[in-house]
């Protein structure tokens, strides 16, 4: 049997699903043989998909269409959940706290699990209708599910500071990062990804004045990703405000999390537009 | 009295223009109604929103431009705001920033010096202070990298500096000015600019762009040039998706070609500040018409759906009302042909039939000889001098980004000198951004310190 790049991918879902397990299961147990596993399937399912999305990008090039794997739902899919876990795995190795892993991985996995197991999405290799044709393609979305991927990460530190809520370092909730290093991290990761979201918004803009003479025009998956920065921006200048630090921020970056995802999906289905070849 | 009444008042104006509230505010106001505009169908005609939402929602479109919604009186004037918010704000933070740019961070006293957010004091035994340690931690502080200051006679001992990054207080200006440097370039090239159309038979040339307004009325944009469509072409896959639209133009000046380029969708053509874009495209039936006229002459004619084919020595006009390729076997056209008078008539022609047609008491044969497909390119043509203010903003957007996020300013102290009866040694650091790496490498720097001093 040939080995696909569909087959690589698909088994890497199980990867991610598998280190989410692990690292939920290290969150209750708090075992440092079992952190340390999950860090490995971790890496090894980013291995996996790795090889997986450049096996994709040959398999393009033997269909004749030669392009990189970044040009429909399926693929911007596959990359999303790499960008995951790639800055995951950094924020894992700075902050040497693996709990967050268990808020982080189901991001990637469900984004896995979905692209290979839908019947809405599609994992044939398609060719670059006109409109694509462009090297602003890559760099627009590589610079946009950068952002994406931080958002993830975002939500997952916004989520864990609400369940840190009031209470005392004991139990479950004590094994999660402080608050004070939490909004930390949120605050940085969101910086992160509104500076990615921020250069994905300029990049498409140059495109589109390439493509079709206008760098705005309002279509609605350009509105929705300047709504996810206006929330963005709304948890950046909260900081400064009395008494928006922290618990609202941490809703923030949820409210944030959700217009990403509205940003990526909710437009492709719900509404019309430029991007409409981002659906299939 | 009077005057410090006034100040105050405006004090609250300005405090209120240049309030980080009333940015959230904004940002939260401006998120929840471009909403609207991606769930409400803009640009449609009042007509269809009367159809659609009935009379009483229609009222509420209508007033509130619901139907343009991104450029309607209050969402304009919401970006308005936001941006007297940005000026203020800026103006206002401006002294503040300076100052503390310009602050000496050399310039402190003990007490400053162990309120830092980050510090840790060494009292040693008499017998350690030895300048060969002194010599050791200065050599271990250096460590941290960057331009080393010092300054003498800091309450009995030496303050040491350590600074990286001070122009971070620059980089929230950058972002700030480079989102006010977009929308000038966007207000400038809108005011100063045009967008429009051109739609292109293959071999036809225009000097016009066609721009259609708001109410829906075409105006006509003259060129000082002519642009012509020599060649379109389109391809597709197997799978039927577009491969390919490719229009081959030439740009002619006083009759002369001064430019050619081929465009694709990613590949449009510049001339004179005026770009245009591959935009669309349309498929005409095209017939080919015979015509002899009463003295034996002959001529073929293409006639194009939408364009007029003439024979100027007869003075007959022809034009394409239906093109149908397969009519009982053969192919079928119904055509115009006129005369400059206005007289004319629509006929039928059927290939292998001829048909005739009468000025005054000379007789035309007309027989339809083929017939099939010519392309209309359709152009986006733009003209933009603001872009260039737009692209600049962005750059000036993403570095200022880059400083921010990555240029933390970071200060690291170290202070040596004699306490009550014994060296004293003082450690301080403070940073703007990203603490949790900054304890780190604080920490590191402590246990560094903290090695030379147990060795000595």
Redo the contacts between chains.
Sequence with gaps: MQITSSYLLSLTTFFYLGAAAIYLLYWIFRLEKVGILATIVTISGFLLETVGIALRWKESYALGYGHAPLSNLYESLIFFSWVTILVYLVVEF??KNRVIGAFATPFACLAMAYASFSPNVQDTI??L???L??N?LIAHVITCFLGYASFAVACGFGIMYLLKGDSNNEGLLGALPSKK?LD??MH?TI??G??WL??GI?TG???A????????S?D?KE??S??TW??Y??AL??R??RG?AGKKIAYLSIIGFI?VIFTYFG?NFL?SGLHSYGSS | MKSKKVEAKSNIILNFFSS??L??TL??L??AT??I???LP?GETLQFYLENFGPTYFKIIKSLQLYD??HSWWYLSLLGLFSINLIVCTIRRLPYTMRLYKRDALDLSMDDLTRRPFKKIWKLRPDKGDKELYQRIKAVFQGVGGRIRMKQNVQGGDLFLIEKGKWNYWGVYFIHVSILVIFAG?VYGTFTGF?GRIMLLEGESTNQVMKVDQAGNIQKIPLNFSIRCNKFRVEF?P?G?????QSDLSILKDGKEVKKKSI?????LSYNGI?F???TYQAMPEAIVKITSPDGKQRLLHVTAFDRAMWPETGLILGLIKYLPNVHGAPAARIYIGEPSGNGEALWLLQGHDKEYKVGDSIFRISLVGGGEKYMTGL???K?PG?WM??LG?TL??LG??V??WVPHQRYWLWMGKGSDNLKIVLAGQTNK????FEKHFRKLEREIENNIGEA
């Design positions: 700075k902050t398609q060719p209708i006109p409109a044709q462009s602003w290093v930390e991290l940085q910086i992160f509104f500076l921020t250069v300029i803009a140059v495109w004045n390439q493509a079709w003479g206008t760098y705005w309002w609605p509105t929705w300047l709504i206006f929330v921006a709304t200048h909260a400064f405000v928006w217009s437009v509404l | 980080v509230k940015a959230i940002f939260i401006l998120a471009s909403i505009g991606t769930v803009q919604t991104y966007a967008k896959y799978s998706a577009p491969k390919l639209f694709l969708v990613n590949d449009p770009t874009y591959q935009s986006q043509v733009k933009d872009v737009v692209w962005c957007l993403i980004f880059a921010v996020f990203n603490r949790i790496s």
